[in-house]
C-alpha cells in the first residue's frame, strides 16, 4: 500500500507522514543547513508550550506510524536522509544526510550522513538507518507501512509473503561502508528514491530502540528530531504525549520549549475542539464544517486563520473495465453533469477547490490545471456525451460510499440523476468490504481520496492508475501511461521526468478519464495569532513548530 | 454469608460465560471485516500484512475454536490485545479503570447526596409547591438525554461563568465536578422519585405516628425512622445503577475528555477493535455483579429482615 486512501467525506484534516518544515540552503544535493526559522526566528522569542488537539494514535514508533496523529509527533521526533520544504519543483532538501546521488540507473543510492546524535547522545550513524529500517520491514513486526521499503533489495527475504515466511533477518540491500554512508540496492530503478526516503518509516532508530516489540520504545522513543520526549515521561494514552526541545538537534533549534498533544476523543462532537480552543485549552483547533465562514472572519484580521491546500484530491473512481462506463465518453459525461461549485457552496462553505486534475495544486510545477477537461459543469454537454455512450434511464450506477446519508456523497448522485437521466444507488459499505467489491469489479463508482506520502507524482499516477498496483482496482490499463510511468522512474533528469509525469496524465485524465478528480479540500485552523507567530501548515497538514515563536 | 458470598460468585462466572459468549458471537459473527480497526484511515491493509494478522489473531480458526481459546485466556485473565495498537487489553483496563472509578464514585455521591436531599424534601413537602417543582424537575433531568445535560453544563458553567473547565482533567478536583453531575444527574432524580415515594410511604406508617407521639423532633423521626427503612430499595436501585453508569460514563468521557473506559469503550466500537470492546464490557460486567453483591451485603446489614441465604 503506498498512497494514503481515504473516503471522501471525511474532512481531510490529517494527513498521514513527512515533513518536518526544513529548508534554507542550497538546491538538490549540496551541503547545506536544515535552518527553517531564517532570521527573524533566530530572534524570536525563546519559550511557550504549544498545545496541538490529536486523536489517539495508533503507534508513535517509526516502525509502524501509519496514520496521521501518530505520524505528527513521530515526524517532531525523528528526522530522516532527507528534508522537503514543499518548494514547487518537488527539490529535497539536507536531512540527516548532507549530500546524496544514485549511480546511473537509479539503482543503487548513496547517502553521505552529518555527524550528528539522537536526543539520549548516541551518534546517528548508517547503522542507525540500517536498524530502523530492517526493524520496520521484519516480518514478524507486522508493520503496515514496511511496505515503502519494499523497493530496497532484499525486502522479500527480510519481510516474507503470505506464502513464504521470512527467511532473511537482515537487509541484504542496506549496507554502511563506513559510519557516515549510507548505501541502498534496490531491485528496479528509482530516481526519486530520495524522496521517499522522508517517510516517517525510513527513520533513524538508536540501539535502544531495540525490536520492534520493545514496549518501553514504543511508548517513549528517542529520536534524532527537533524535539524530544519530555524526560521522565511516556505517551499517556488518550490524554497526551509532551515533548521539549532538544538540545542535541542538529538543526536550528525550535523556539517553543515544548508541544503539548492534547489527545481527544476521536468521537467527540465536531465543535468540541473549537470550543476547547475558544476556552483557553488548547492553541490551534480545525472549526468545524459549519463555522469556518465564522471562524475566518472572527481570526482572519489578525492572520489567525490558515487554510492550506494538501498535497490531495478527493476524486470519483470508476470501473472502467466494466461495461457501463467503459466509454471514455461517458465517464466525461458523468464529470461534466458535476456542478462541483455549487456542491462546495452547499456543503463545505465554499471552501473546497473544485479539482481539474489528479495531481493537485501544491505539487507546483507538476500541477497541470486544467488538464482534466471534463471537470467543469456542463450539463448539456453531459446528457449528449451520455446518450451517445449508451447511457439512459435504464441504467443503474452502483456507487460505494462510506454514509448513504453524507451531503456531498448525496449530492453527487441528485447531480447525475438529475443531468444525466441515470439511476444511482448509493450503497453504504464499510471501506474494506467496498474494496473488495471494487476489486471485483461489483460497482461502477465510488468515493474515494488520495493523499501522497512523499513528494512524488508518481506517488499518485503508479498507485491509482499503474499496471500492476493493488489500487488501480478501477483496472485502468494504457500501455502508453505505463511506459511513460516506467520511464520517468528511470529518468535522471527532473525536467525531463516531470515531463514524462505530466504526459502521463494527460493521457490518464485529459484522455481516458480513468477517474474524476472532484475537490481539493484544504486543511484550515484558527490559532490566537496575538499570542503566536510562525505557524503554518506544511503540506501535510502539519504544523510547523520549528517556526512557531511566541510574540 | 460466607456460603451465599460463595454462591454468588459462582453465578458471576456463569454470567461472565455467558455474557462473553453473546458478545463473542455480536462481534465475531456479525458481517464486516474483524481487521477493520486496523484500516485506519480508510486505508486498505496489504494481503501479506492482512494474512500475517489474520495468523496472529487466529482469525482464520473456525469461530468455536476462536470463543474457546478466548475463554481460555479469559480463566488466565488474559483478555488479548487490542488490533489497532496492539496493546494488551489488561494494560487498557489498568489505566482506565481508575479514572472511571473516580468519576463513577463521584457521580453516586452525587446521585446520593442530590436525590436523597430532593426526595427528602419532597416527601415532607407532600403536594406543597416545593414538591411539585421537585417533581417537575427531576421529570426534565430523567427525559435529558446524558448528552444534552453535560452540553448544556459545559455551555453554562464553563463557557459563560467560567466557574469550571470546560473539559479534561487539568484542574484538580474541580474537574470532576461537571462530569460527575452529567452522569450522576439522571440517575439522581429517579433516586429523588424513589425517595419520594418510599419515604412518604414509611411517613403515614404506624411507627412513625408513634415515634412522633413519644414526642421525637420531626426532623429525628424522618431522618432516624423513616429514611433507615427507606433507604434500602433506594440503596438496592443504586447498584442497578451502577450498571448504568458505564454505558453514561461513554458519553460523559467522550463530551468531557476524559480518559477513561467509557472513552475507550466508544473508541473501540467506533474503530472495531473487537479485543477492547469484549475487555471493557465483560470488566463492566464483572464489575456490576460484585458491587450488586456487595449492595446486597449492605442492604442485609440495614435491614435485618433480609435474609441472604434464603
Known amino acids: 500500500m503506498r498512497g494514503e486512501r481515504r473516503r471522501l467525506g471525511s474532512v481531510a484534516l490529517a494527513m498521514a507522514v513527512l515533513a518536518v518544515a526544513c529548508g534554507g540552503g542550497s538546491d538538490g544535493g549540496d551541503s547545506a543547513s536544515p535552518t527553517t526559522a531564517g532570521d527573524a526566528a533566530a530572534q524570536a522569542r525563546q519559550g511557550g508550550i504549544f498545545r496541538q488537539p490529536i486523536n489517539e494514535p495508533a503507534f508513535i514508533d517509526p516502525y509502524n506510524g501509519q496514520e496521521g496523529n501518530g505520524n505528527r509527533v513521530i515526524k517532531r ?35 553521505n550522513l552529518r555527524r550528528s546524535t539522537f536526543s539520549n547522545g548516541e551518534e546517528v550513524t548508517a547503522e542507525s538507518f540500517i536498524r530502523g529500517w530492517t526493524r520496520a520491514a521484519d516480518g514478524r513486526a507486522i ?60 527513520s533513524p532508530v ?23 520526549i519530555k524526560p521522565g ?96 465518453n461517458a465517464r466525461r459525461a458523468l464529470s461534466l453533469a458535476l456542478d462541483r461549485d455549487a456542491l462546495s457552496k452547499a456543503v463545505a462553505e465554499g471552501y473546497w477547490q473544485p479539482a481539474s486534475a489528479l495531481i493537485p495544486p501544491p505539487f507546483g510545477s507538476y500541477h497541470q490545471a486544467g488538464v482534466c477537461d471534463a471537470c467543469r459543469f456542463d450539463p448539456v454537454k453531459a446528457k449528449e456525451l451520455g446518450t451517445s455512450a449508451g447511457l439512459s434511464s435504464d441504467t443503474h450506477l452502483r456507487f460505494l460510499v462510506s454514509s448513504a446519508s453524507n451531503p456531498v456523497l448525496v449530492a453527487y448522485k441528485d447531480q447525475i440523476e438529475k443531468n444525466l437521466g441515470v439511476a444511482v444507488d448509493l450503497e453504504a459499505l464499510p471501506l474494506a468490504e467496498a474494496l473488495a467489491r471494487q476489486a471485483a469489479g461489483e460497482y461502477e463508482l465510488i468515493a474515494l481520496s488520495w493523499g501522497a506520502d512523499y513528494p512524488t507524482t508518481d506517488n499518485f499516477l503508479f498507485p491509482l492508475l499503474g499496471q500492476g498496483s493493488a489500487e488501480n482496482a478501477g483496472k485502468y490499463a494504457n500501455t502508453e501511461f505505463n511506459d511513460l510511468v516506467r520511464q520517468a522512474r528511470a529518468q535522471r533528469d527532473d525536467g525531463e521526468r516531470r515531463t514524462l509525469l505530466k504526459r502521463a496524465e494527460q493521457i490518464a485524465i485529459g484522455q481516458d478519464l480513468a477517474l474524476v478528480p472532484t475537490f481539493y479540500v484544504p486543511n484550515q485552523v484558527v490559532f490566537d495569532a496575538d499570542k503566536w507567530t510562525g505557524v503554518d501548515l506544511d503540506f501535510f497538514g502539519h504544523l510547523t513548530f520549528q517556526t512557531i515563536s511566541l510574540k | 454469608m460466607a456460603g451465599y458470598t460463595v454462591r454468588r460468585l459462582l453465578h458471576m462466572v456463569v454470567v461472565l460465560l455467558g455474557a462473553s459468549l453473546l458478545l463473542f458471537t455480536c462481534l465475531f459473527v456479525a458481517p464486516g471485516d474483524p481487521l477493520a480497526a486496523i484500516e485506519g484511515e480508510n486505508r486498505a491493509l496489504d494481503p501479506s500484512t492482512r494474512a500475517a494478522l489474520v495468523d496472529r489473531y487466529r482469525l482464520d480458526e473456525p469461530l ?5 481459546h478466548y475463554v481460555s485466556r479469559l480463566v488466565r485473565a488474559d483478555l488479548g490485545e487490542s488490533y489497532r495498537q496492539r496493546r494488551s487489553v489488561n494494560e487498557v483496563l489498568r489505566e482506565k479503570a481508575g479514572t472511571t472509578g473516580r468519576l463513577a ?28 417543582l421537585i417533581v417537575v424537575a427531576t421529570s426534565v433531568a430523567i427525559g435529558l438525554p446524558v448528552f444534552v445535560i453535560g452540553l448544556g453544563l459545559q455551555q453554562v458553567f464553563a463557557q459563560r461563568l467560567g466557574w469550571l473547565p470546560l473539559q479534561g482533567h487539568g484542574a484538580g478536583a474541580r474537574s470532576i465536578v461537571l462530569p460527575a453531575v452529567t452522569l450522576g444527574l439522571g440517575y439522581a432524580a429517579l433516586v429523588a422519585r424513589l425517595t419520594r415515594t418510599t419515604l412518604g410511604e414509611a411517613l403515614r406508617a404506624d411507627y412513625i405516628r408513634t415515634a412522633t407521639a413519644k414526642g421525637l423532633s420531626w426532623r429525628a423521626v424522618v431522618t432516624r425512622h423513616g429514611l433507615r427503612t427507606s433507604l434500602i430499595p433506594v440503596i438496592a ?39 477492547v470492546v469484549m475487555g471493557v464490557v465483560v470488566y463492566g460486567v464483572a464489575a456490576f455483579v460484585l458491587v450488586n453483591l456487595v449492595v446486597d451485603l449492605v442492604s442485609a446489614a440495614l435491614d435485618p429482615r433480609i435474609r441472604l441465604d434464603g
Open chain 1, 206 to 228: 538508536p540501539s535502544v530502540a531495540g525490536a520492534f516489540d520493545n514496549k518501553e520504545f514504543n511508548e517513549a522513543p528517542v529520536g534524532n528530531g527537533p524535539f524530544m
Open chain 2, 64 to 68: 468455536p475454536r476462536q470463543y474457546v
Open chain 1, 143 to 202: 508493520s503496515r507501512v514496511a511496505g515503502h521499503l519494499s523497493g530496497i533489495q532484499g525486502y522479500p527475504e527480510l519481510h516474507g509473503a503470505p506464502d513464504s515466511p521470512p527467511t532473511a533477518t537482515t537487509f541484504a540491500g542496506l549496507s554502511a561502508p563506513d559510519p557516515q554512508t549510507l548505501s541502498v540496492k534496490l531491485g528496479a530503478p528509482d530516481c526519486e528514491f530520495d524522496k521517499k526516503t522522508v517517510h516517517s518509516v525510513m
Open chain 2, 237 to 275: 436501585y443504586l447498584g442497578i445503577a451502577f450498571g448504568g453508569l458505564l454505558g453514561g460514563a461513554a458519553v460523559v468521557e467522550t463530551i468531557f475528555n476524559w480518559d477513561g473506559l467509557g472513552r475507550a469503550l466508544v473508541t473501540a466500537v467506533v474503530a472495531q477493535d473487537n479485543p
Open chain 1, 77 to 111: 521526533l525523528f528526522v530522516g536522509l532527507t528534508t522537503f520544504d514543499g518548494n514547487p519543483d518537488l527539490v529535497m532538501k539536507p536531512g540527516v544526510a548532507e549530500t546524496w546521488s544514485s549511480d546511473a540507473t537509479c539503482a543503487q543510492w548513496t547517502f
Open chain 1, 233 to 328: 515521561t511516556k505517551w499517556e494514552h488518550d490524554r497526551g504525549i509532551s515533548l521539549v526541545r532538544s538540545d542535541t538537534y542538529f538543526g536550528a533549534k525550535p523556539n517553543l520549549d515544548g508541544i503539548e498533544f492534547v489527545i481527544l476523543p476521536s468521537q467527540a462532537p465536531p465543535a468540541a475542539q473549537y470550543s476547547a480552543f475558544e476556552a483557553g485549552d488548547l492553541d490551534v483547533a480545525t472549526p468545524p464544517v459549519g463555522l469556518r465562514a465564522a471562524a475566518e472572519a472572527k481570526y482572519g484580521p489578525t492572520g489567525g486563520f490558515l487554510s492550506r491546500l494538501p498535497y490531495a484530491t478527493g476524486f470519483i473512481g470508476v470501473n472502467v473495465s466494466g461495461a457501463t462506463l467503459g466509454d471514455p
Open chain 2, 105 to 132: 464514585v463521584a457521580a453516586l455521591v452525587c446521585q446520593f447526596l442530590l436525590g436523597v436531599g430532593a426526595g427528602v424534601v419532597a416527601a415532607v413537602t407532600r403536594r406543597r409547591f416545593v414538591d411539585v
